[in-house]
């Protein structure tokens, strides 16, 4: 049989309502949900075991997801030490320009850049003032767990799914 989980959920459900609306023995209410829930819990570790193998399968890949970005980021090392290394040294013999049927290699100009030496000898006129506002989440729960009201704040407790 390969009834949805949520299908069996629903059955299940059904029957202890049915069970409740009579008045039966606890021992046949508990025989009878005991017998419903045989399906519904071989589905649930069957999902539960899904959830296991993709957290693993999740965990190889942001394995590999570091592993290549530690390379990207080496070779992209590697390529700004030797395009310096090139500039340098073209710099150094006055060679401005090498032509090749691959490509072309040329030294230019940047456009300027602007450095600041002092930033208190900078005139106000260039100065902008910004302002942060960081709400601390951990002060407020402090706060909210300690009986206290914090207006605009509620504490919220969700749950989640454990599988060991």
Known sequence: MNTPLYKLADEYLAIA???????????????TLEGASGDLEEKAWNVAALIQQSEGEAAMIKDAEQRMSQ??????????WLRQYLLVQLLRTGI????????????R???????????????K?????????????DEIRKRLLD?????GAHLERDKRLVIK
């Open 96 to 107: 401005t320009e090498i032509d090749s049927p691959e490509f072309v290699i040329r030294t």
């Open 17 to 31: 309502q049915l069970l409740a609306d009579h008045d039966l023995p606890e021992e046949v209410i508990a025989d």
């Open 125 to 137: 006129a260039f100065k902008v003032k910004e302002t942060i506002v960081t709400i601390r989440k």
């Open 71 to 80: 390379r990207r980021k080496s070779l992209e090392k590697r390529i700004d």
């Open 109 to 123: 100009e940047n456009p300027p850049r602007t450095v600041i030496d002092d930033e208190d000898a900078i005139p």
């Open 147 to 151: 009986g206290e009201e914090v207006p």
